[in-house]
């Protein structure tokens, strides 16, 4: 048994700066770094009960999701047998494309422990 959560959706871009102040004024949410994490800039409060943030990247813009999980192998293995398909391992993050070509990354737990487990999915 595992539990895990849609916890994250994440703007993706190389224009990050644009795009954090487009969407903060577009979502009534306020714009703020996330400290330690110089690629991130939190949209707090843009979707409630989730984590909203435009991250930097190299790459084309795109929007992705993060699930968390008390369990990486048995969330990764879960969605796998669901069609996705591993794309790469950075740290404890998964990165797996979803049939239809969207990202998701499966990750730890990352949010208050207490809101996880009232949210979170049982998987047997």
Request: proline share 0%; net charge negative.
């Given at each position: 048994m595992h539990r895990s959560r849609l916890s994250t959706v994440l703007i993706d871009t190389p224009e990050a700066d644009k795009?954090?102040?487009f969407w903060s004024a577009a979502l009534a949410a306020p714009a703020r770094p996330v400290a330690g994490e110089e690629?991130?800039?939190s949209l707090e409060r843009a979707l409630p009960g989730l984590v909203t943030a435009v991250q930097r990247i190299d790459g084309e813009p795109r929007i992705h999701v993060d699930i968390e999980?008390?369990?990486?192998d048995a969330e990764t293995d879960r969605l796998k047998a669901l069609g996705a398909e591993e794309v790469s391992r950075w740290l404890d993050c998964r990165?797996?494309?979803a049939p239809g070509g969207h990202l998701v990354c499966v990750i730890p737990v990352h949010s208050?422990?207490?809101?996880?487990e009232a949210a979170a999915n049982v998987w047997e």
């Open positions: 795009a954090a102040a690629q991130f800039t999980t008390d369990d990486l990165t797996l494309r208050d422990r207490e809101e996880f």
